[in-house]
Protein backbone atom coordinates (compact mmCIF):
# COMPACT_ATOMS: atom_id res chain seq x y z
CA UNK A 1 0.00 0.00 0.00
CA UNK A 2 1.35 3.18 -0.74
CA UNK A 3 2.33 5.46 1.99
CA UNK A 4 0.13 8.67 2.49
CA UNK A 5 1.16 12.08 2.63
CA UNK A 6 0.23 14.60 5.43
CA UNK A 7 -1.64 16.98 2.83
CA UNK A 8 -2.96 19.30 5.71
CA UNK A 9 -1.65 22.62 3.82
CA UNK A 10 -1.71 20.99 0.52
CA UNK A 11 -4.11 22.90 -1.95
CA UNK A 12 -7.45 21.43 -3.11
CA UNK A 13 -6.35 21.42 -6.52
CA UNK A 14 -3.10 19.46 -6.04
CA UNK A 15 -5.18 17.17 -4.40
CA UNK A 16 -7.30 16.84 -6.69
CA UNK A 17 -4.93 17.25 -9.60
CA UNK A 18 -3.03 14.31 -8.41
CA UNK A 19 -5.59 12.03 -8.06
CA UNK A 20 -6.68 12.99 -12.11
CA UNK A 21 -3.24 11.78 -13.00
CA UNK A 22 -3.25 8.89 -10.61
CA UNK A 23 -6.73 7.49 -11.94
CA UNK A 24 -5.47 8.03 -15.50
CA UNK A 25 -2.17 6.10 -15.09
CA UNK A 26 -0.06 9.02 -15.72
CA UNK A 27 1.27 8.82 -11.60
CA UNK A 28 2.04 6.15 -9.77
CA UNK A 29 -0.06 5.45 -7.11
CA UNK A 30 2.55 6.41 -4.08
CA UNK A 31 1.15 9.92 -5.01
CA UNK A 32 -2.21 9.10 -4.21
CA UNK A 33 -3.63 10.90 -0.86
CA UNK A 34 -7.29 10.02 0.79
CA UNK A 35 -8.44 13.51 0.67
CA UNK A 36 -7.16 13.50 -3.23
CA UNK A 37 -9.19 10.48 -4.08
CA UNK A 38 -12.56 12.13 -1.77
CA UNK A 39 -12.41 15.24 -3.73
CA UNK A 40 -12.14 12.89 -7.03
CA UNK A 41 -15.40 11.03 -5.99
CA UNK A 42 -17.20 14.46 -4.83
CA UNK A 43 -16.43 15.70 -8.23
CA UNK A 44 -17.76 12.99 -10.18
CA UNK A 45 -20.55 14.02 -11.09
CA UNK A 46 -20.01 17.51 -11.51
CA UNK A 47 -17.75 16.34 -14.05
CA UNK A 48 -19.97 14.60 -15.86
CA UNK A 49 -22.47 17.14 -15.80
CA UNK A 50 -19.96 19.08 -17.48
CA UNK A 51 -18.92 16.32 -20.22
CA UNK A 52 -22.48 16.08 -21.42
CA UNK A 53 -23.64 20.00 -21.28
CA UNK A 54 -20.27 21.51 -22.56
CA UNK A 55 -18.38 19.13 -24.34
CA UNK A 56 -15.34 18.99 -21.81
CA UNK A 57 -15.16 19.59 -18.03
CA UNK A 58 -11.85 20.20 -16.02
CA UNK A 59 -10.55 16.21 -16.28
CA UNK A 60 -10.55 16.50 -20.09
CA UNK A 61 -7.70 20.18 -19.93
CA UNK A 62 -6.33 18.73 -16.97
CA UNK A 63 -5.22 15.63 -19.10
CA UNK A 64 -4.79 17.40 -22.51
CA UNK A 65 -2.65 20.05 -20.80
CA UNK A 66 -0.31 17.19 -18.57
CA UNK A 67 0.05 15.04 -22.35
CA UNK A 68 0.89 18.30 -23.88
CA UNK A 69 3.41 19.59 -22.12
CA UNK A 70 5.12 15.96 -21.37
CA UNK A 71 5.07 15.61 -25.33
CA UNK A 72 6.80 19.29 -25.98
CA UNK A 73 9.71 18.15 -22.88
CA UNK A 74 10.27 14.65 -24.42
CA UNK A 75 10.85 16.23 -28.25
CA UNK A 76 13.60 18.61 -26.03
CA UNK A 77 14.91 15.57 -24.58
CA UNK A 78 15.87 14.09 -27.99
CA UNK A 79 17.06 17.56 -29.06
CA UNK A 80 19.30 17.56 -25.72
CA UNK A 81 19.63 13.93 -23.97
CA UNK A 82 21.37 16.58 -20.71
CA UNK A 83 18.67 18.97 -20.45
CA UNK A 84 18.26 20.69 -17.33
CA UNK A 85 14.44 20.46 -16.18
CA UNK A 86 12.95 22.92 -13.48
CA UNK A 87 9.56 21.91 -12.99
CA UNK A 88 7.79 25.19 -10.49
CA UNK A 89 4.76 24.71 -8.50
CA UNK A 90 5.52 20.55 -8.45
CA UNK A 91 2.94 19.84 -6.42
CA UNK A 92 1.94 16.21 -6.63
CA UNK A 93 3.42 16.15 -10.15
CA UNK A 94 4.84 12.43 -11.13
CA UNK A 95 6.61 13.93 -14.42
CA UNK A 96 9.55 14.45 -12.47
CA UNK A 97 9.92 10.99 -11.23
CA UNK A 98 8.53 9.34 -14.45
CA UNK A 99 11.18 11.46 -16.96
CA UNK A 100 14.24 10.86 -14.52
CA UNK A 101 13.05 7.21 -14.92
CA UNK A 102 13.11 7.02 -18.68
CA UNK A 103 16.30 9.54 -18.88
CA UNK A 104 19.00 9.37 -16.96
CA UNK A 105 20.71 11.84 -18.57
CA UNK A 106 18.79 14.54 -17.85
CA UNK A 107 18.66 17.11 -14.61
CA UNK A 108 15.44 17.23 -12.89
CA UNK A 109 14.48 20.12 -10.02
CA UNK A 110 11.37 19.98 -8.59
CA UNK A 111 10.27 23.36 -6.58
CA UNK A 112 7.86 24.63 -4.69
CA UNK A 113 6.77 27.04 -1.73
CA UNK A 114 8.20 25.26 1.56
CA UNK A 115 6.02 23.08 3.15
CA UNK A 116 4.46 21.55 -0.54
CA UNK A 117 8.89 21.23 -0.84
CA UNK A 118 8.70 19.50 2.49
CA UNK A 119 6.60 17.07 1.34
CA UNK A 120 7.72 15.76 -2.04
CA UNK A 121 11.10 15.45 -1.07
CA UNK A 122 10.21 12.99 1.73
CA UNK A 123 7.66 11.14 -0.88
CA UNK A 124 10.50 10.94 -3.57
CA UNK A 125 13.14 9.91 -0.46
CA UNK A 126 10.63 7.05 0.34
CA UNK A 127 10.74 5.75 -3.48
CA UNK A 128 14.65 6.09 -3.47
CA UNK A 129 14.26 9.34 -6.44
CA UNK A 130 16.38 11.67 -4.83
CA UNK A 131 20.21 12.70 -5.61
CA UNK A 132 22.31 14.89 -7.70
CA UNK A 133 19.74 14.88 -10.82
CA UNK A 134 16.37 14.94 -9.28
CA UNK A 135 16.59 17.03 -6.05
CA UNK A 136 13.24 19.51 -4.70
CA UNK A 137 14.22 22.64 -3.73
CA UNK A 138 12.07 25.97 -1.97
CA UNK A 139 10.82 28.84 -4.74
CA UNK A 140 8.81 31.85 -4.57
CA UNK A 141 7.77 33.22 -8.14
CA UNK A 142 6.93 37.00 -6.81
CA UNK A 143 10.56 37.08 -5.40
CA UNK A 144 12.73 39.15 -6.84
CA UNK A 145 15.63 38.42 -5.32
CA UNK A 146 16.78 36.07 -2.69
CA UNK A 147 17.67 32.46 -2.28
CA UNK A 148 14.39 31.14 -3.00
CA UNK A 149 13.95 33.50 -5.75
CA UNK A 150 13.79 32.31 -9.39
CA UNK A 151 16.87 34.09 -10.68
CA UNK A 152 18.83 32.54 -7.57
CA UNK A 153 17.33 28.72 -8.18
CA UNK A 154 18.40 29.24 -11.81
CA UNK A 155 21.93 30.46 -10.96
CA UNK A 156 22.44 26.97 -9.42
CA UNK A 157 21.98 24.96 -12.56
CA UNK A 158 25.08 24.20 -15.35
CA UNK A 159 25.45 26.97 -17.34
CA UNK A 160 26.41 25.41 -20.18
CA UNK A 161 23.71 23.22 -20.53
CA UNK A 162 20.19 24.08 -22.20
CA UNK A 163 17.11 24.42 -19.40
CA UNK A 164 13.22 24.14 -19.80
CA UNK A 165 11.12 25.67 -17.42
CA UNK A 166 7.50 24.11 -16.79
CA UNK A 167 4.57 25.76 -14.57
CA UNK A 168 1.39 23.93 -15.13
CA UNK A 169 -1.66 25.33 -13.12
CA UNK A 170 -0.22 28.01 -11.51
CA UNK A 171 -0.16 31.54 -14.00
CA UNK A 172 -4.10 31.72 -14.03
CA UNK A 173 -4.53 31.82 -10.38
CA UNK A 174 -2.37 35.30 -10.81
CA UNK A 175 -3.45 38.20 -12.57
CA UNK A 176 -1.68 39.22 -15.62
CA UNK A 177 -0.07 42.10 -13.83
CA UNK A 178 0.79 40.22 -11.14
CA UNK A 179 2.24 37.35 -13.40
CA UNK A 180 4.63 39.32 -15.75
CA UNK A 181 7.19 40.55 -13.70
CA UNK A 182 7.86 36.57 -12.98
CA UNK A 183 7.91 36.05 -16.70
CA UNK A 184 10.35 39.14 -17.44
CA UNK A 185 12.68 37.60 -14.65
CA UNK A 186 12.44 34.41 -16.09
CA UNK A 187 13.21 35.39 -19.44
CA UNK A 188 16.32 36.80 -18.32
CA UNK A 189 17.64 34.48 -16.29
CA UNK A 190 16.74 31.58 -19.29
CA UNK A 191 18.76 34.07 -21.59
CA UNK A 192 21.86 32.83 -19.93
CA UNK A 193 21.60 29.35 -21.22
CA UNK A 194 22.38 27.96 -24.33
CA UNK A 195 18.98 27.09 -24.93
CA UNK A 196 15.77 28.86 -22.64
CA UNK A 197 12.40 26.98 -22.90
CA UNK A 198 9.72 28.26 -20.78
CA UNK A 199 6.60 25.34 -20.81
CA UNK A 200 3.04 26.52 -19.58
CA UNK A 201 -0.34 25.92 -19.57
CA UNK A 202 -2.56 28.85 -20.35
CA UNK A 203 -6.44 29.15 -20.77
CA UNK A 204 -7.28 32.41 -23.72
CA UNK A 205 -10.48 33.88 -23.71
CA UNK A 206 -10.97 33.61 -27.46
CA UNK A 207 -13.37 35.79 -29.73
CA UNK A 208 -16.12 33.21 -29.07
CA UNK A 209 -19.00 33.82 -27.04
CA UNK A 210 -19.94 30.17 -26.66
CA UNK A 211 -16.21 29.60 -26.08
CA UNK A 212 -16.24 31.85 -23.44
CA UNK A 213 -18.86 31.10 -21.52
CA UNK A 214 -18.17 27.68 -21.69
CA UNK A 215 -14.39 28.85 -20.12
CA UNK A 216 -15.83 30.86 -17.59
CA UNK A 217 -18.37 28.22 -16.50
CA UNK A 218 -15.16 25.90 -15.67
CA UNK A 219 -13.02 28.47 -14.26
CA UNK A 220 -15.63 29.23 -11.96
CA UNK A 221 -16.22 25.65 -10.81
CA UNK A 222 -11.43 25.84 -10.69
CA UNK A 223 -12.30 28.74 -8.40
CA UNK A 224 -14.87 27.30 -6.32
CA UNK A 225 -12.33 23.69 -6.12
CA UNK A 226 -9.56 26.12 -5.45
CA UNK A 227 -11.34 28.98 -3.03
CA UNK A 228 -9.32 31.44 -5.26
CA UNK A 229 -9.93 33.82 -8.26
CA UNK A 230 -9.58 32.14 -11.82
CA UNK A 231 -7.60 34.48 -14.16
CA UNK A 232 -7.72 34.27 -17.80
CA UNK A 233 -5.23 36.33 -19.88
CA UNK A 234 -5.16 36.79 -23.59
CA UNK A 235 -7.79 37.48 -26.31
CA UNK A 236 -5.91 36.13 -29.10
CA UNK A 237 -2.28 34.14 -29.99
CA UNK A 238 -1.25 37.65 -31.32
CA UNK A 239 -1.96 39.16 -28.60
CA UNK A 240 0.41 36.23 -26.47
CA UNK A 241 3.26 36.66 -28.41
CA UNK A 242 2.91 40.32 -28.14
CA UNK A 243 3.45 39.91 -24.60
CA UNK A 244 6.00 37.25 -23.95
CA UNK A 245 8.20 39.39 -26.59
CA UNK A 246 7.83 42.58 -24.71
CA UNK A 247 9.21 40.78 -21.70
CA UNK A 248 12.23 39.14 -23.21
CA UNK A 249 11.71 35.87 -24.83
CA UNK A 250 12.53 35.81 -28.54
CA UNK A 251 9.65 33.92 -29.57
CA UNK A 252 6.49 31.93 -28.10
CA UNK A 253 4.94 29.05 -29.89
CA UNK A 254 1.47 28.10 -28.79
CA UNK A 255 0.47 24.60 -28.83
CA UNK A 256 -3.72 23.59 -29.22
CA UNK A 257 -4.33 19.66 -28.30
CA UNK A 258 -6.26 19.57 -31.10
CA UNK A 259 -3.27 19.32 -33.25
CA UNK A 260 -2.07 16.25 -31.37
CA UNK A 261 -5.16 14.19 -31.17
CA UNK A 262 -3.62 11.77 -33.99
CA UNK A 263 -0.35 11.23 -31.87
CA UNK A 264 -1.25 11.63 -28.34
CA UNK A 265 -4.19 9.50 -26.36
CA UNK A 266 -5.50 12.40 -25.30
CA UNK A 267 -8.93 12.74 -24.45
CA UNK A 268 -11.02 15.08 -26.48
CA UNK A 269 -13.55 17.84 -26.62
CA UNK A 270 -17.13 18.60 -28.53
CA UNK A 271 -15.52 21.91 -29.29
CA UNK A 272 -12.48 24.04 -29.69
CA UNK A 273 -10.24 22.93 -26.37
CA UNK A 274 -10.45 25.55 -23.52
CA UNK A 275 -6.47 25.05 -22.64
CA UNK A 276 -3.35 25.62 -24.53
CA UNK A 277 0.29 25.12 -23.75
CA UNK A 278 2.68 28.10 -24.18
CA UNK A 279 6.23 27.97 -25.39
CA UNK A 280 8.46 30.40 -24.95
CA UNK A 281 12.05 30.58 -26.07
CA UNK A 282 14.96 32.67 -25.55
CA UNK A 283 17.48 30.22 -27.30
CA UNK A 284 17.41 28.72 -31.26
CA UNK A 285 13.80 27.53 -32.54
Known amino acids: MPQRLDTSSISFTALYTGQVWVRNGLSSADFQTRAGALLYHAMTPFEAAGKQLLGGNIRTFLLQRHYLIDARLQSLIQRYPDLQILEIACGLSPRGYRFRQQHSGITY ?8 ARRKRRLLARLGALGDRHR ?3 VNILLE ?14 PDKPVAVVTEGLINYFSLTSISPFW ?9 FPDGRYLTDNYPLYANRRFQRTLKTLGGLLGVLS ?6 HFDSDEESRAHFRALGFQDL ?14 PRTRRTPMVRVLEARTGPA
Open 109 to 116: VEADLPDM
Open 136 to 138: VET
Open 145 to 158: QGEDSVPALLARFA
Open 184 to 192: QRLAASLAG
Open 227 to 232: RSQVSF
Open 253 to 266: DIHDPADYYQRLPI
